[in-house]
């Protein structure tokens, strides 16, 4: 079966950090492009960063450049988000996704559950 599990959300106050992980599991994620995306209830999917599979390149939505990075570990089917200093705006699910290079969610094919991440003092 193939997945792909979140993981690292939580609870925090504004201007500190967390680090997400998701591990992916079935088959080998190694050739795609691995992305974060955000979404609040009732509300459409939105990019936050991608990974293209050598590692080398990546993107970022405007919002969290300087921010957060994107890593991967191919070794590992592992990709991970460093948040830093997080604001209250930052609360959302967040997802990770395995596909194609882009920004937008038809890109990707393969879906987490997500996790939820709340800044908020």
């Known amino acids: 079966q193939v997945q792909l599990v979140e993981s690292g959300g939580g609870l925090v106050q504004p201007g500190t950090s967390l680090r997400l992980s998701c591990a992916a599991s079935?088959?080998?994620?190694?050739?795609?492009?691995m992305a974060w995306f955000r979404q609040a209830p009732g509300k459409e999917r939105e990019f936050v960063a991608a990974?293209?599979?050598?590692?080398?390149?990546?993107s970022y939505a405007d919002s969290v450049k300087g921010r957060f990075t994107i890593s991967r570990d191919n070794a590992k089917n592992t990709v991970y988000l460093q948040m830093n200093s997080l604001k209250p705006e930052n609360t959302d699910g967040y997802y990770c996704?395995?596909?194609?290079?882009?920004?937008?969610?038809?890109?990707?094919?393969?879906w987490g559950e997500g996790t939820q991440v709340t800044v908020s003092s």
């Open positions: 079935g088959r080998t994620f190694s050739r795609d492009t």
């Open positions: 996704a395995a596909g194609a290079r882009g920004t937008t969610d038809d890109k990707y094919n393969t």
């Open positions: 990974i293209h599979w050598s590692g080398s390149i990546t």
